[in-house]
């Protein structure tokens, strides 16, 4: 990966941040994007290495920003990371066009919109996608529908993606993470610290090796993806989850 570029969305925090240091580890120039500018400022003060740009995936200047900031900066770009990502604990009783839509901007159009910026820049490098899934994208779970479905499209998108883009020799993969250590529960998803531990209960009761994953865990099939060494990699999700896809 020495002097690749790489963008990696979401990456202030959990698993993006656990990529983008991999990445980084591994010589590539690395942008790192988020929504809120705190945390951001401090992966960069503690990641010399990295670089960080406010941005908000929903939003489609600010997609066009991202790509155009990597541009202008390194003059090329060979690996987009989809990894921002919303979710919610959502009854279908709760559902409102507003809380659905604000999950699949994030989860679907975002990357969507980051794929079209950046392909004519990946083209040119012949370089890769890699978007980042959930267990729940191909395992159902009750009160997370529209995550579980906007995570469903994501892995659909990849496979999609693959095979229209390997004429260009761009490949397109994905990592379906399980439950990880990352604080999503208390933020993406808004629970309690009380209801996360209990959440995490019974997550590690029901993986089969009865623990949650880390950052790294899941990060380290993020750059095996992006690497050149798997050249010969298109079009496939690999679930990262302990297991739990099976049960």
Known sequence: MKDKVVVVTGGSSGIGL?????FAASGAKVLITARRAAPLDTAVAENADLTGLVADVSKPADVERT?????????RLDVLVNNAGAGAILPLADATVGRITDIFSVNVVGPSLLATAALPYLTASKGAIVNVSSTYGHRPAALLSHYAASKAALEQLTR?????LAPAGIRVNGVAAGPTETGALTGMMGLSA??????KAQ???RIPLKRRGTPDEVARWI?????????????????VDGGLGLT
């Open 203 to 205: 997550e590690r009761a």
């Open 223 to 239: 750059v095996a993806m992006a690497d050149p060494s798997a050249s010969w990699v298109t079009g496939q999700v690999v679930a």
């Open 160 to 164: 999609c993606w693959a095979l229209e």
């Open 194 to 199: 009380d209801q996360a531990e209990a959440v």
């Open 18 to 22: 656990a990529a983008a240091r991999s």
């Open 67 to 75: 790509i155009d900031a990597a541009v202008d900066r390194w003059g």
